[in-house]
């Protein structure tokens, strides 16, 4: 498949951004939890033990990253996942996937002949 085939990459910087956003363990563990339901800041902060304004920066950086969009009502705050960006990093590892099954691929048929090459 050639990257014509596979679309238009991401800009380096949205991938990057995902990326750095799911480098974090609470911030992985709050996309965990927004993968069962949307939830209010209250309801994500309970677990951590961390300033508030701590927490909310983890939730900053997944929103800036798009993981994760909010909406207010009254004053709740609440979050839930944004599952497409996901889509970018997984498109990211699968091309990787991708070529490094090709290089090994290679590799293997490469082994192979010189291995026949040494029985002759």
Known sequence: MTLQEAGPMPPAAQVDGIFRALSDPTRRH???????????????????KMALPSFLEHLRVLEGCGLVSSRKQGR?????????????????????????????DRLDSYLMAMKEEETE
Request: charged residues 30%; aromatic residues 8%; without cysteine.
């Open 30 to 48: 709050v996309l965990e939890r927004l993968s069962r339901s949307p939830a209010s800041v209250s309801e994500l902060a309970q677990p951590y």
């Open 76 to 104: 709740v705050r609440t979050y839930q996942l944004a599952p497409d960006r996901l889509k970018l990093a997984e498109d990211w590892l699968g091309r990787q996937r991708t070529m490094w099954e090709r290089r090994l």
